[in-house]
């Protein structure tokens, strides 16, 4: 984003020269990879017109004036369909922009479109039955992982600047660890929120945005990040994010844990994440090896809980028969619990919650990887084993849901790639309200150690 401040300040190009480039850019990737799929041309040509007026003029709105960027397709976006993925949802077009794309779009960002997602974003692939699946830029056969598939496989492959989306059980950070790429889970109210669909995971999922850099992510944050007066926790925030220069405490303290019990992780991310919590010692932080702070046995009780009767009560008056037919368990779950049941699992997340309190009052951040096992075929539902052992639907997914849960912030950060030239990467969690310091650290780690080179589809 730098850059094209710099070019639009001096004059290099404008708004409109970079919404060309960027759109001839989708026009070869997105039949590859089937990222983008709701365009919205029109929208985006007045949004540069408008944006080259401002610069001309000497008066840009902020860093995000001229931005191209795309929405995650369970986001609202006026007049443009948001079909969560779902044929239910097929000619659902919103008239009102959800707040934090309205945030976007009083910023001067050029929304390019609506990215691919997996039905009712719940599960950790990218594939639906309106759109088909969505590819790796990195490997238009394999998947970006899920929830935000479409919007890292754009972002990474050059269809815009950044994306916006939703991480409810680590729908930013693992794909972001299948593509490289940076991404920030915030704290519940981070980011103001409302005038969206149902929720279906109470305050577990957030809004945030998937950048290649961590100073685009410190930007995006910066305009994201504000208060929502319809949003009570997000007056637990500052009325606008901190933007400036990273700093780094001195005696940053780092709980690293490379595995979660006996759940398999990939030989290569673990030797990767390995010298990635090695670099963090030489950048100054104090690491420690360590298990699981929590138990993993509650936290998958509540996640096996919170989905299921969040789709259960979407479908009350809805056609079944129309959705995914991976997603009837679920749904049948869900329909199962009772009152009882799901108030003693909101009593084990508060729980949690204070257990996680008192890691913090130790170290900084947690760290693990972001993914267990390196991208599988796309039209796959998810890898059946990692290391030779065999894995249920979310065995590639063990390390992010205990941030959601918690309510805790954690942004994803790139690793080193594996062999064949994947993306890897890992993830540091915060305590709450330390979403400025976990971009801190992703900024200052980037800054010695970033660099990806990216796909040329």
Not at 330 to 349: C, K, P
Request: aromatic share 8%.
């Amino acid at each position: 984003m730098a850059e094209l401040n710099a070019g639009y300040k001096f004059g290099r190009f404008d708004p409109v020269d970079v919404l060309s480039e960027t759109q001839a850019r989708i026009r070869v990737a997105n039949p590859i990879l089937n990222a983008i799929i709701t365009p919205d041309e029109k929208g985006a040509a007045e949004a540069a017109h408008a944006s080259a007026m401002r610069w001309r003029a000497g008066q840009p709105l902020g860093p995000l004036d001229g931005v191209p960027i795309t929405v995650k397709d369970n986001l609202q976006v006026r007049g443009l369909r948001c079909s969560w993925g779902s044929k239910l949802f097929a000619d659902h077009v919103p008239d009102a922009d959800e707040s934090p794309v309205e945030r976007l779009r009083a910023a001067g960002a050029i929304i390019l479109g609506k990215t691919n997602v997996p039905e009712f974003t719940l599960q950790g692939f990218t594939d639906n039955l309106l759109f088909g699946a969505t590819g790796n830029p990195w490997d238009p056969n394999l998947s970006p992982g899920g929830s935000s598939g479409g919007a890292v496989a754009a972002t990474a492959s050059g269809m815009g600047v950044f994306a916006v989306g939703t991480d409810g059980g680590g729908s930013i950070r693992r794909p972001c660890g299948h593509t490289g790429l940076y991404g920030l889970k915030p704290s519940p109210g981070f980011v103001g929120r409302s005038g969206g669909l149902p929720g279906l995971l109470l305050d577990f999922e957030t809004v945030g945005p998937m950048t290649r850099t961590a100073r685009d992510l410190r930007l995006a944050a910066s305009v994201l990040a504000a208060h929502d007066p319809n949003d009570r926790a997000s007056f637990a925030f500052p009325a606008k994010a901190r933007i400036g220069s990273y700093r780094v405490p001195k005696t940053t303290r780092i709980l690293y844990v490379p595995r979660f019990g006996s759940a398999p992780v990939d030989t290569e991310i673990a030797a990767s994440v390995d010298r990635a919590a090695s670099r963090l010692v030489d950048l100054g932080c104090r690491v420690d090896q360590g298990e699981t702070p929590f138990d993993a046995e509650v936290l998958d009780a509540i996640w096996g809980m919170v989905g299921p009767v969040g789709l259960a009560w979407l479908m009350q008056t809805r056609d079944a028969t129309q959705v995914n037919e991976s997603l009837v368990p679920m749904i049948r779950t869900g329909g199962e619990v009772n009152a009882m049941s799901y108030f003693d699992m909101l009593t084990q997340v508060g729980r949690l919650r204070a257990q996680l309190a008192k890691v913090f009052a130790t170290y900084n951040f947690i760290m693990t990887p972001s993914i267990a096992a390196l991208s599988w075929p796309k039209l796959e539902t998810h890898p059946s084993r990692i290391n030779g052992i065999e894995v249920g639907p979310r065995g590639h997914a063990v390390f992010t849901a205990f941030a959601n849960a918690g309510g805790l912030p954690g942004v994803a950060i790139p690793a080193s790639p594996s062999s064949g030239g994947l993306p890897i990467g890992f993830q540091l969690v915060g305590a709450f309200g330390s979403d400025n310091s976990l971009i801190d650290l992703a900024e200052h780690y980037d800054n010695a150690y970033g660099g990806y080179q990216w796909p040329a589809i």
